[in-house]
């Protein structure tokens, strides 16, 4: 009889203990945003630059524009959720990561958690596309809310008390993070687009340990690939914006 690809605990006294991907994902946007704020800072913005920093400055710093990334500058699809707005954005977006990434990433394990933070993030974007073209955008919200997504559906498949403490415990995230981004006039069309890829994601993705297993292979081949993709996309923001500094 398969049993249900659970975890033990519920809350852990450190959160990131043992959880290296959501730790890499966190140090990724914090040191983006570091970089960019001591260019702005280096530009004369002062405390603009890191309370909220212009839209020029965003965009060179991997802010989606679609202009731009329909003339060939991909890397936008991506590298937008790694660039923030303030430190009140990022630091929101960062308090939610940690507090919905390492439950998912025990769950599910690093690579699936990476395939969906990746994949939400471009659909994330492709509705802000649909919706908002000529929108600059930044921001973690479309991934962070397709996690949400994900754990509302997927815990909700699972079934049982604790499986359902879950599933609330990510509605009432959701439901924070939308009223915050009500206050901050956020982009919605990303977080909806992210919300709806991660719960399609959590609908589709194994329940138990042994089918588990069975697509592991599948979604390490996936995630080294998104992890790669994302690599490069950072990559290519901090070639432009140096090249053009020196």
């Not at 901050?184 to 959590?202: E, K, P, Q, Y």
């Amino acid at each position: 009889m398969n049993q249900p690809f659970r975890s033990n605990r519920f809350f852990r006294r450190s959160p990131l203990a043992g959880h290296s991907l959501v730790q890499i994902l966190i140090y990724a946007n914090l040191g983006l945003f570091t970089l960019m704020v001591l260019n702005g800072t280096i530009l004369g913005l002062g405390m603009r630059a890191i309370l909220n920093p212009p839209t020029q400055l965003l965009v060179d710093w991997g802010g989606q524009y679609w202009p731009y990334a329909l003339q060939g500058e991909w890397w936008r699809c991506i590298s937008y959720a790694y660039t923030h707005g303030g430190i009140i954005h990022i630091g929101f977006n960062m308090v939610v990561l940690y507090q919905v990434g390492p439950l998912l990433e025990e769950e599910i394990r690093w690579h699936r958690l990476l395939v969906i933070y990746t994949l939400c993030a471009i659909t994330a974007t492709l509705a802000g596309y649909f919706w908002h073209p000529y929108t600059p955008v930044v921001g973690a919200s479309g991934s962070i809310f397709g996690l949400i997504g994900f754990s509302v559906s997927y815990y909700h498949r699972m079934g049982g008390h604790l499986a359902h403490q879950r599933r609330n415990f990510m509605f009432q995230w959701a439901v924070m993070a939308f009223v915050f981004g009500l206050m901050v006039g956020a982009d919605n069309a990303a977080h909806l687009g992210g919300a709806l890829t991660g719960a399609a994601m959590g609908y589709l993705i194994p329940t138990t340990a042994r089918n588990m297993r069975r697509t592991d292979k599948l979604f390490e081949i996936l995630a080294w690939t998104c992890g790669l993709i994302s690599i490069v996309s950072l990559l290519f923001v901090l070639f432009a914006r140096f090249g053009r500094i020196f």
